[in-house]
């Protein structure tokens, strides 16, 4: 159980061009999901938390106009990474989180590696 | 300010002897710590937390991890190390009063056969 998915795994685009990156709970209801970046051989950053219905809380120094966040359903989450440069080329992992309870654990997807050329 | 703190950007252990991969944390409230390792080009896979309780949690693939609230450690071990645990390790912590997790710098776990 826990399974989270991303799509896609990897994506080639061009500067100024949009992409969409879908983050989906596949067998259970997630009350919060989270939004991360990791550059090469480092380690996590958080870039937004959101909850099924409301708007995304971004950390600070996100762009949020840059990075829109979508949290449509308990099972679906998206980020749209929009007007895409060089700079946004990174790998972007979702997490899920079951319920309301600090105390959850965190589950995350497979990852969706970005590069804009 | 949370910090987490992964002291060793490698291990080198060889097959079937135990490993230790280090994590110490700065917070103020109460933690929540969390273990999860990373094969290459993949997301986290959970692999235990500490909430409250026992000091020593297990968890998956025989690892377990000590918490011990006077040194602020969080160490994870394993009795006998395999090969396949060879990946990157990142310790976690978030507190009471956030879902936000601080991850460690993460810790390359190589495993020799």
């Known amino acids: 159980g826990a399974v989270v998915s991303q799509h896609p795994s990897w994506v080639i685009c061009k500067s100024g061009t949009s992409v969409k990156i879908e983050c989906r709970s596949l067998d259970f209801q997630a009350t919060t999901m989270f939004w991360y970046r990791q550059f090469p051989k480092q380690s996590l950053m958080l870039m937004a938390t959101s909850n099924e219905g409301s708007k995304a809380t971004y950390e600070q120094g996100v762009e949020k106009d840059k990075f829109l966040i979508n949290h449509a359903s308990l099972t679906l989450s998206t980020l749209t990474v929009t007007s895409a440069h060089p700079e946004d080329s990174s790998f972007y992992i979702c997490?899920?989180?079951?319920?309301?309870?600090?105390?959850?654990?965190?589950?995350f997807g497979p990852g969706t590696r970005l590069l804009v050329l | 300010a949370q910090s987490v703190a992964q002291p060793e950007d490698q291990v080198n252990v060889a097959e079937g002897n135990p490993l230790t991969v280090k994590c110490t944390y700065s917070v103020s409230g109460n933690p929540y710590l969390f273990w999860y390792v990373q094969y290459p080009n993949r997301g986290l896979q959970f692999l235990l937390k500490y909430i409250t309780g026992d000091n020593l949690v297990k968890g998956s693939y025989g690892f377990e991890a000590e918490f011990n609230k006077s040194q602020t450690s969080f160490h994870l071990k394993k009795p006998s190390a395999l090969v396949s645990d060879s990946a990157l390790y990142f310790c976690?912590?978030?507190?009471?009063?956030?879902?936000?997790?601080?991850f460690g710098s993460g810790t390359r776990l190589l495993v020799r056969p």
């Open positions: 997490s899920a989180s079951r319920g309301t309870d600090l105390q959850e654990t965190q589950y």
């Open positions: 976690a912590v978030s507190m009471d009063s956030s879902y936000k997790l601080i």
